[in-house]
């Protein structure tokens, strides 16, 4: 199914149409209950609208897939070796150091080819100076909130449906016309986390939805069921609020029974995916692209195909299944064949994006990889690497939405640091390298958004009280590290 | 800082004796959780409704998944207009004394071999497993007598599906053997009485603990973590994993095996304000420590007291603690028999609480393979698989979320499994509920059969004479715990009367011969889309 007819099919089945009316429900809403900071939101839509996926890798991954530029240092004083093909480049004897200083077979080879082409930026110095903690619970919140306050703040996800209901006067057209705008493919997600003291409507909650568009969301034909729904409807008056998840749950499950088989289209369809230039590694005999056979393909297509058949889902959250990357044992095997099944998928993804032909074009879709931190460079006797702090930001697209010079190049340098032999050794940024919070991802997001001054929402009282600026897209790259 | 700060950030207990090795107190003789957290007395019980009696009772039952019939609970032989109580005064106390009765051993043998079959006997399987460690304890939760037999698996099913204790079968390292040795110690130690710190003194050294927390610096990071609720502790976890240092994991190759170098740490180091020297020094730091009671209680709290207010959780919390509980059995009891959870509590049910105790207040007839669908997604019952509902068995390696999750693919989920395999199964209810005539058994049916033909012939009589507005409450209280509301009762007879299950005889409007069971589907399919069928409902 092309893009253009999926609408329209959703359109015809009464998709669109529906969603005043569901949102009308929700005139219990207050808008003036608005939460103070959304108020000190200076808004200005940015002229096209920025769609982004959002991988967060559970777990925290290790920075060495897109950095071994201090593998010889980390090497000489792990309390384990690692393999010496890792100390050498690729053009050494199989070495595994690339040309930009990535693991060859760790998706470093994928992730060359993506910088090379201008798809990808890797940040390597996302380093957490504030509340620095290393513990899952705190570090997960505090990336998918984009706040230090983890126990008071909605998920950015929330945040930013918040900022655009609040501004949705400005944009193209009003947030609630908006379908599907957004979607967890991870179930309930952190990056979702609501505000109970400034309630979305329906519509702009987020939907979860199944990585291969199952439809649990159907009941079959009942000759009863048009009878028993108005009956409910009749009955169901006040339960919006008394039982309201489960009502928002039914509420849904009406508007996705139509829609959902679209996508499941769209999806399964073997032309929807694009044609790619000859001899490309990703096409498939057809010269079409083929996505790898990987345990990461179907969420993060499905997730990519929605945001391409569907321009109006602004933010999708992929992650949940994403293997666990809390590699405290038998790290080196199982991360390399982790990260190169994710860097390959992603390869897919953003061809998959670049040479789809779609109407207004595909280069505002912007995918951010990241995790909770990443980890220490220290092989303890697990053979495995404990928490760390200082991880990377892979983030892939969206030239449309960046300045120019953002994509394709490797920002930020590091160092090791930690007694020689013990466990706790990291990397850190060097005295000149450019660095950010991880909160500050949540703040770029914003900002790509149109929220001019998006440190008021990833401010707190007590860490980070004039909050977190956006990532600055336009620092200088560096150079390789081979020639 | 007023809205989601978590009941384990705000909480501080001091308890004291926090020696490990304090034999337990046994059968919690003594045990009374006075203050906000007080048990519902009978005499406030007996001042409910008959109505709310049965909601509370069932919301009490449903809570470790087992459920009461209607007819079982009232006297139905003068009607539904006004049934009297089969089950009166004392009902709180009778379940609380079940819980605290074991079986004995023969009956407990006689139960699993129903469940799992005996071919010395001839006894055939009741279900079929296919991860017998993770199906298994529902079966054994659901088919037992209530005892504390039924309650000990119950209690260890909840544990294992927690942070506290998750076998995590999700990460490489871990299988379903570890499922398998956390369960069954679990159920080993609450059977024995052992203490919350025996257990979890005990469970920290575990392989099957090293397998989820794989390095020293990750097993005592989580420990501190789970046990006391510290996040904010990466001054000590250092610390801590130099006392751990010689234990290690071996890899895959080597089947993940919890191994020591043979060099144990010989220099003391401070954690937590502690010297400990090794792990076992540390170990005991955290199974001995103050905040423990508090934090497990927290966890137990979060749950089951979902939907309440921070501040209402931490007063039943700290109400809970200063009872000076010393074993799950007194924690878990102390919340589920607890006015505050019984009449004030209203909050989103488990697949579990929802489909489990409705189904036995229906009298359902299971499927063989009902527990490979729930559990394993397998057979005929895989509609109702749980890890589709972001609701695993033993499997996450943080355990369930606190919170169910209601997120909208995970309670499609919920539903259609609810509704399509249990609800709209008139072939696995009509009997029990005495909708059909069972046909008399062969003089060699097993008991249970004979037992169902019982309830089934008395049930039938009953229910053969009740008006069609009747027969709806007689069927909404069994699956929505209230009577149908007029509207309701106009609107669903007026659809079963064009569907022809409603006819009217000599000027009396009744429900077709045969066809009882059809309107019973047709009102439970409705039952399954109300948004109030997914939660237990708060009285006052």
Sequence with gaps: ?483 | MKRWLPLFMLLVVVVSGCDVNVPSKGAQAGFHVSGYAAPLSEEEYGRLSDEEKYRVANKLLSSFYRGMPVADFFDLSQGMEKPSLKEGRGFLSSIEAALSTPLDSATRQRYDSFIEGDEESGIEARFKFRQLPKERPLARITTYPLSKDMFDHWMAWHLANTILFSPAEEIDSANINDVQKVYNKLVDDLRNGRTIRQVISRHMRTQENWRRFRSPEDNTREMIEIYLGLFDRDEDVPRAAIACKDLYLSGEDEGYELLSTGSPNTEPQLVLGTYVTNCDDFYDLIAGHPLVIGRVTTVLVEYFFAGRSNADRLRIVRSITASNPTTFEEIFKGILFSREYLLNTERPKSFEESFFGTAERLDWTPSRDLFQGVVSNRGDAARAYMGEMNWPTMSLKLGRLFGIPMDSLSFANYHKGFREVLLIRKDRWRKGLGLVSMDEPDEDASDETQQLYERNQERFALVEEMSPDEYLDYLFLGAALRRADAVEKTTLINIARDAGYVVTKKGRRVVRDGYHDDLAQLVFDYVSRLPETYYFKAIN
């Design chain 1, 1 to 483: 199914m092309k893009r253009r007819t999926f609408i329209k099919t959703a359109g015809a089945l009464g998709i669109t149409a529906s969603m005043p009316a569901m949102f009308s429900k929700e005139s219990v809403i207050k808008r003036a209950a608005a939460a103070p900071l959304l108020n000190e939101v200076h808004y200005v839509a940015p002229p096209v609208m920025p769609q982004v996926i959002n991988v967060f890798l559970y777990g925290g991954p290790s920075e060495l897939a897109g950095n071994l530029t201090n593998i010889e240092d980390i090497n000489g004083n792990s309390q384990n070796p690692y393999p010496s093909s890792l100390l050498r480049p690729t053009t050494d004897n199989n070495g595994r150091i690339t040309r930009n200083g990535f693991w060859s077979d760790a998706g470093g080879e994928a992730m060359e080819e993506m910088l090379a082409a201008g798809d990808m930026t890797i940040y390597r110095t996302v380093n957490r100076r504030k509340n620095n903690t290393r513990a899952h619970r705190p570090s997960i919140f505090s990336c998918l909130t984009g706040n230090l306050d983890i126990d008071n703040s909605p998920g950015m996800g929330t945040t930013l449906a918040a900022v655009l209901y609040k501004n949705s006067g400005a944009l193209s057209k009003p947030i609630e016309e908006f379908v599907l705008p957004f979607v967890s493919f991870e179930g309930g997600s952190t990056a979702f986390i609501s505000d109970p003291d400034n309630p979305l409507p329906l519509g702009l909650r987020a939907i979860s939805l199944d990585q291969r568009f199952d439809n649990p969301y159907s009941r079959g034909s009942n000759q009863f069921g048009e009878a028993l729904e108005r009956l409910v409807a009749q009955m169901s008056g006040g339960a919006d609020k008394r039982f309201a998840k489960a009502y928002a749950g039914f509420e849904t499950r009406r508007k996705l029974e139509q829609l959902i088989d679209g996508f499941a289209s769209e999806l399964n369809s073997d032309t929807a995916l694009p044609l790619l230039p000859e001899g490309d590694v990703d096409a498939g005999e057809d010269g079409r692209l083929r996505y790898p056979n990987t345990r990461y393909t179907q969420r993060i297509k499905a997730a990519v195909t929605l945001a391409i058949a569907n321009p109006d889902s602004l933010f999708i959250t992929v992650g949940g299944g994403l293997g666990g990357w809390d590699d405290h044992n038998s790290a080196i095997e199982e991360y390399t064949d982790r990260m190169q099944a994710l860097m390959t998928t992603l390869r897919a993804a953003v061809k998959h994006i670049r040479y789809t032909d779609r109407p207004g074009g595909t280069d505002n879709i912007i995918i951010n990889v990241f995790g909770d931190f990443g980890r220490n460079v220290n092989l303890n006797n697990s053979l495995g690497w404990d928490h760390g702090n200082n991880q990377n930001l892979y983030t892939f697209g969206g030239a449309a939405i960046r300045p120019a010079g953002a994509l394709g190049k490797v920002v930020g340098k590091t160092e090791r640091f930690g007694s020689s032999k013990q466990n706790r050794q990291f990397t850190r940024p060097t005295d000149d390298s450019y660095e950010f919070e991880p909160t500050a991802i949540a703040s770029t997001v914003y900002s790509w958004f149109g929220v001019q001054n998006p440190e008021v929402l990833t401010r707190d009282a007590v860490y980070a009280p004039q909050g977190e600026p956006p990532i600055d897209e336009t620092v200088a790259g560096e150079p390789p590290l081979f020639g």
